[in-house]
């Protein structure tokens, strides 16, 4: 089992950078696939980027592609998700996500997929 914790939220304005942080404690990241998911009030969960347990495939969603970056630090048992030329339609409580290793990779864009969460972060972005 994992725990995971987000980290690295707040308000910027538009056209900023925020890096989001996804520390893992109990196992390592290197044993599942680790994602992002954002949700927006109202909303349902969205995916929006993920990376798999090799650390050797990534995938982002298109609306964020070209902005976000997913990677992760081995060493440090984190996974992170670099955002610039943030946009007002990004804001939203940010998630991440472990699944165990395996499948589609439309799979790693369910959120239903998805076997651990952390409690998520604010991001807000203004115009």
């Known amino acids: 089992q994992v725990q995971l914790v987000e980290s690295g939220g707040g308000l910027v304005q538009a056209g900023g950078s925020l890096r989001l942080s996804c520390a893992a404690s109990g196992r390592t990241v290197s044993s599942y696939d680790m994602g992002w998911f954002r949700q927006a009030p109202g909303n349902e969960r969205e995916f929006v980027a993920a990376i798999r347990r090799s650390g050797g495939s990534t995938y982002t969603a298109d609306s964020v592609k070209g902005r976000f970056t997913i990677s992760r630090v081995a060493a440090k048992n984190t996974v992170y998700l670099q955002m610039n030329s943030l946009k007002p339609e990004d804001t939203a409580v940010y998630y991440c996500?472990?699944?165990?290793?395996?499948?589609?990779?439309?799979?790693?864009?369910?959120?239903?997929?998805?076997?651990?969460w952390g409690q998520g972060t604010q991001v807000t972005v203004s115009s």
């Open positions: 996500a472990a699944k165990y290793g395996g499948g589609s990779a439309n799979s790693l864009k369910a959120h239903d997929q998805y076997d651990y």
